[in-house]
């Protein structure tokens, strides 16, 4: 005789088994098999609780419903179903593993089994003891108080326990990804350094190929090349390149490799060079973009791979090959694996890159080695990766020295930082720029250059380098130094000439209107000057000129203007200086060069006098015209007084000058309209009483015909300096 709760836990038994034995392994069916077993474990427990208190527990009444030694044997079948089940199924899954929530869930299940057991105890002994069939009271509270507590503790360890778990599982994950970008970042190292390190860009990449399959835990790697074809056509061929950890498992794969080739968009390998993006195949027996797993298959050839990726190794926008990587198990796509091989790539690409650029500034450096002019080139940073020994010769750097400097190295400090500004401006926006610096020697000697400084652009157009040529102009720069010095200055006595004597007039007369103050100009003569030229000598008269230059230099102020007009005349400006003060000042002068006794070279002495004229700005004139038109008449009437003296110049001076001016104008006019005529007049040998030649007298003709004489006119042109080309037209019209 079996008793129903004996059938029903036998058939709860059964069907769990029944589940287990299914051919699927889906979590759903075996999450129902634990429960049945998990359930025949309780009621087995439930029937030995009851025996404990000496009560059938589920049933009403006395009769017993299984045997002791069944209710233990559904406990322990209960349990083998569950463990046959697995763990990490519920229920039981809530009570296994590491989790915070397992762990609570097993510190409170004792609890509950002993609660339950006393609350029993306590109902049985002295609550439901001899008032009715004990069996439900016990039952129906053994259910309901571990069903109650059971859900309390399941609520507080999820609740606790998950949150914890969670915080947990971000932790460990966050751990993870620090550990897995940090074994990236020290990968990429690696691969970096190995690469900086190897001979050639074939080293390099066979670094690279070890170096991932190491990471990533696949045993081959491979090198693909896009080769031009002689008609033109691009074809992606292997390459003689390979990694392998176990190479004998791959002799079929190597096989097939070796006769593969793929035009863009072919294959893995054509797919990646036209994509240029790396690309994954996660079982390559079953992609259509791995062409070579289905040649294999109708060979009968195990090449022994599931899994591939691929990436482009680029050198600009060029993709100048592809590897490719493989594994012998299916492996799902991994994003961070594919961030890994990118940046590899990346890093792999500046390294091979940068090693033909090195190439190139190595036979630019030969090609340069011999210039007269000197060469450097700098990365976009500025920093001189390259001088030629010209530049060396000229800086006094050692090559040692100047390598890895930026070339502010020879700022002197004369160029301002705004320009600097400017020239950086110009070259990083892939624009020459020319100019000219001042910089400084290792011997902090001064130099100048010339320079021109371009971008060095790649296929891309991005700038690269920056290439510098420069020549030393520091003689020209002396020579255009001393032409400028020269055109303002006079050559025999180095002060300022005419021209810029007239400027700095133009100036002062300027400034005093605007401050309202007063200046002096003074303009000197010396006195016979022609008389000591043509008896001693133009040598003797220019020596004296510059004694003269030097005297009067020396006596006056710093803020004073001197210059040299031209032959024996000297200028001042005396800037804030009143009439009083210009008269003093001109009389000191006049004596300083009037006291001094000049001795020749050849011993002989000589003294002299000058005559001083002076006119006042703003108050008698205030453009340079008047005024050196004002000063030249004050000179003039000192002159005419009798030399060696100083003349103001007087408004009743004016209208000699108009007078002059006048003459002056008409002079000109006579020489544009051919208006002068010569006379020539016999002279006579009275001996032979013969002609022997004649004299040419000249005459100027006015607007009404009149003939004027000479005395009317020359004084006038030799003054204004008109004589020269009256000369000419006497010359002219005499021959």
């Known amino acids: 005789y079996m008793s129903p709760l004996t059938a029903g836990n036998f058939i709860l038994a059964g069907a769990s088994l029944f589940l287990l034995t299914l051919p699927s392994f889906r979590k759903p069916i075996r999450n129902i098999a634990s429960c049945l077993a998990t359930t025949v474990t309780m009621v087995g427990s439930i029937v030995m ?7 059938p527990i589920l049933y009403c009444g006395s009769t017993v419903p299984m045997a002791m030694n069944t209710a233990c044997a559904f406990v322990l079948t209960g349990i083998s179903l569950i463990q046959l089940a697995g763990l990490e199924y519920i229920p ?3 009570f296994t593993g590491t989790s915070i929530r397992a762990r609570l ?3 409170f299940f004792p609890i509950l089994i002993l609660s339950t057991i006393f609350d029993n105890f306590v109902i049985d002994t002295f609550i439901a003891k001899g008032s009715f069939n004990p069996a ?3 039952g129906v509270n053994a259910v309901l108080s571990a069903g109650f507590i059971g859900f309390i503790v399941f609520l507080i360890s999820k609740m606790v326990g998950g949150s914890i778990d969670r915080a947990e599982a971000m932790r460990a994950q966050a751990e993870e990804e620090i550990r897995e970008k940090n074994s990236i970042i020290q990968l990429i190292h690696e691969i970096t350094n190995a690469a900086n390190e190897a001979l050639t860009v074939v080293d390099a990449i066979l670094i690279c190929l070890e170096k991932i399959c190491q990471y990533a835990g696949w045993p081959v790697g491979h090198v693909y090349r896009p080769v031009e074809n002689h008609n033109g056509s691009l074809l992606l061929k292997p390459s003689h390149l390979w990694y392998f950890k176990e190479p004998e498992k791959f002799v079929n794969l190597k096989k097939v490799t070796d006769i593969a080739n793929f035009k863009p968009g072919e294959g893995l390998p054509g797919r990646v060079y036209k994509t240029r993006r790396p690309a994954w195949i996660p079982d390559v027996t079953t992609d259509s973009d791995f062409p070579r797993a289905q040649y294999a298959r109708d060979k009968n050839l195990d090449i022994g791979i599931r899994g591939a990726l691929a990436f482009p190794i680029m050198e600009g926008s060029k993709v100048v090959s592809v590897l490719e990587f493989f594994s012998e198990k299916i492996v799902k796509t991994r994003e961070i694996v594919i961030e890994v091989v990118a940046d590899i790539a990346i890093q792999i690409g500046r390294v091979t890159e940068r090693k033909r650029t090195e190439e190139s500034l190595r036979k630019l450096s030969q090609a340069v080695d011999q210039s007269t002019i000197s060469v450097l080139i700098t990365d976009t940073d500025g920093k001189i990766e390259y001088v030629n020994p010209k530049f060396i010769q ?6 040692e020295e100047i390598i890895g400097q930026n070339p502010r190295i020879l700022k002197s400090g004369e160029t301002s930082s705004v320009e600097y500004q400017r020239l950086w401006e110009k070259i990083v926006s892939g624009k020459e720029w020319q100019g000219e610096f001042q910089n400084k020697k290792k011997n902090g000697e001064m130099y100048w250059e010339r320079a021109s400084i371009s971008p060095i652009k790649n ?3 991005e700038i690269t380098h920056f290439l510098g040529i420069k020549e030393d102009i520091t003689e020209h720069k002396k020579s255009e130094t001393k032409l400028l010095y020269m055109a303002d200055h006079d050559p025999l006595t180095n002060l300022l000439n005419r021209r810029r004597f007239r400027e700095e007039l133009e100036y002062w007369t300027a400034l005093s209107l605007r401050h309202d103050y007063s200046g002096a100009l003074l303009f000197l003569d010396i006195d016979d000057f022609k008389h000591i030229n043509d008896t001693l000598g133009h040598q003797v008269g220019d020596e004296l000129l510059v004694c003269i230059a030097d ?10 203007i001197l210059a040299r007009q031209g032959g024996d005349e000297f200028a001042v400006i005396l800037p804030h200086t009143n009439t009083e003060q210009a008269l003093m000042i001109s009389k000191q002068l006049a004596e300083i060069i009037g006291d001094y006794n000049f001795v020749t070279k050849n011993g002989r002495h000589i003294n002299v006098t000058v005559s001083i004229g002076i006119v006042l700005f703003p108050g008698q004139g205030s453009d340079a015209d008047t005024l050196l038109s004002y000063s030249d008449l004050a000179l003039y009437n000192a002159k005419a007084e009798g030399k060696n003296r100083e003349c103001l110049f007087s408004s009743d001076y004016k209208a000699h000058l108009d007078l002059q001016l006048d003459w002056k104008k008409r002079v000109q006019d006579a020489l544009k309209k051919d208006q002068f005529v010569l006379y020539l007049q016999p002279i006579m040998e009275i001996g032979t009483n013969t002609i022997v030649g004649y004299e040419a007298l000249l005459r100027m003709v006015d607007e ?6 000479p005395d009317a006119f020359l004084p006038v042109a030799e003054r204004f300096g008109l004589i020269q080309e009256i000369d000419r037209w006497v010359a002219l019209h005499a021959i």
């Open 704 to 709: 009404e015909g009149n003939i004027v004489a």
């Open 136 to 138: 439900v009271m016990i």
């Open 394 to 399: 000229m800086t006094g750097y050692d090559r």
């Open 459 to 461: 296929d891309k157009g």
């Open 551 to 560: 005297m009067l230099r020396g006596r006056l102020r710093e803020t004073d």
């Open 92 to 94: 039981v899954n809530y």
């Open 105 to 107: 869930m097993r510190v």
């Open 49 to 55: 609780l009851g025996y404990l208190y000496g009560t």
